[in-house]
């Protein structure tokens, strides 16, 4: 019966995926284009993480399986984005604003409510901690958009965007997420949320860094588009990648010590 379930999983999958590898495949890559062999390589490496979280959901305890599923989702549906984004760039040359924030506006909640979850796997978990973190990670990313798209101006929007990250910070350093996980998390858990909050201290930095040096400092975005674009999805191995990875060891070793008492 596993088996079974894993056999109709691939095939979902792999279904999910043909429409974009067959419109990714209109156009050619050149050997000199690093943006676009990027984009090519981080959506295989999404690809893979994808089958790997999915599968491993049948080896961990079913308190786990959510967590590992919700990894397995985010670099599934950032695949799919990556297809398309590469497909613009090497067609264009332009920056596929709007197929990136359509894959953030989609994986970055996912990625909040993998803190709610890890903790609600070893306690109960108030819901306000799932909503405030949802509620900041909009926040964030509707302040860049509008301000990247050119609905709002770039200053204000900027700020708008800053303002939700620090509320998510905040959460997660300071907030009730973080008091809980000091007080009531193993310690595997404990490392696990210390490493996942580093990485949207650090490796969501990245992002407004590029929209200041892109768009605040005087610049034509598009002169900076294929650095920009080269620094995003380098991010997002760490952002999303490793993060899940991330989950899958909490998950597993948890998994494992409960089995050996």
């Not at 901690?129 to 709002?152: D, N, S």
Request: net charge neutral; charged share 10%.
């Amino acid at each position: 019966m596993p088996k079974l379930r894993l056999s109709w999983l691939a095939f979902g999958v792999g279904a999910s995926l043909v429409p974009a590898l067959a419109h990714a495949a209109t156009e050619n890559l050149r050997s000199d284009d690093y943006v676009g062999i990027s984009f090519w390589l981080i959506s295989m490496a999404l690809i893979a993480s994808t089958a790997f979280f999915f599968l491993e959901t049948q080896r961990v305890a079913g308190k786990w399986k959510t967590s590992l599923t919700v990894s397995g989702l985010v670099t599934l549906v950032a695949a799919v984005h990556y297809f398309y984004m590469r497909d613009v760039w090497v067609a264009t040359g332009e920056t596929p604003t709007v197929y990136r924030y359509i894959d953030w506006l989609i994986t970055v909640p996912l990625l909040m409510i993998e803190f709610y979850l890890i903790l609600a796997a070893i306690t109960k978990v108030p819901a306000g901690v799932f909503w405030r973190l949802l509620i900041g990670t909009f926040v964030m990313l509707v302040g860049g958009y509008v301000g990247e798209a050119g609905y709002a101006g770039v200053w204000p929007a900027f700020i708008v965007g800053m303002i939700g990250w620090a509320y998510i910070l905040y959460e997660v350093f300071l907030g009730q997420a973080s008091k809980i996980n000091a007080a009531e998390a193993p310690e595997s858990v404990q490392s696990a949320f210390k490493l996942m909050r580093l990485i949207v201290t650090i490796g969501w930095a990245i992002y407004p860094i590029g929209y200041f040096v892109g768009y605040l400092m005087g610049q034509d975005p598009s002169a900076s588009s294929a650095a920009l674009n080269l620094i995003y999805n380098l991010a997002d191995v760490v952002n999303k990648i490793a993060f899940g990875v991330i989950i899958w060891t909490v998950a597993t070793s948890e998994t494992d010590r409960a089995a050996a008492k």
